[in-house]
């Protein structure tokens, strides 16, 4: 059984930063293409990056040139590293995964889903 356990929500002014945290266990982390969705209030979850096994990235159009998907394999992380925030970036964050051996990151289809972690940007 994958799970997936994120940190590093919190409250930023607009033009700050944060780093979201999502830690796997369960599995052998090297085989999952691994993203981030979030969730504004009344509005449906939405892709914001992914991320191929082989390192490959896709982002939203909203956040390109701010936020930064990684991993680190070793210890079975991946990161969303978001800066210049601004107040349309507010929601509930979500980690996901899904075991891929493609080269091309996946936009559907993830099977693993963290609990989510609340960003909230405001003055």
């Known amino acids: 059984q994958v799970q997936l356990v994120e940190s590093g929500g919190g409250l930023v002014q607009p033009g700050g930063s944060l780093r979201l945290s999502c830690a796997a266990s369960g599995t052998i982390f090297n085989t999952y293409a691994t993203g981030w969705y979030r969730q504004a209030p009344g509005k449906q979850r939405e892709l914001v990056a992914t991320?191929?096994?082989?390192?490959?990235?896709i982002y939203a159009d909203s956040v390109k040139g701010r936020f930064t998907i990684s991993r680190d394999n070793a210890k079975n992380t991946v990161y969303l590293q978001m800066n210049s925030l601004k107040l349309e970036d507010t929601a509930v964050y979500y980690c996901a995964a899904v075991q891929s051996f493609g080269v091309v990151p996946p936009t559907r289809g993830y099977r693993y889903w963290g609990q989510g972690t609340q960003v909230t940007v405001s003055s």
């Open positions: 991320m191929a096994r082989g390192g490959s990235t």
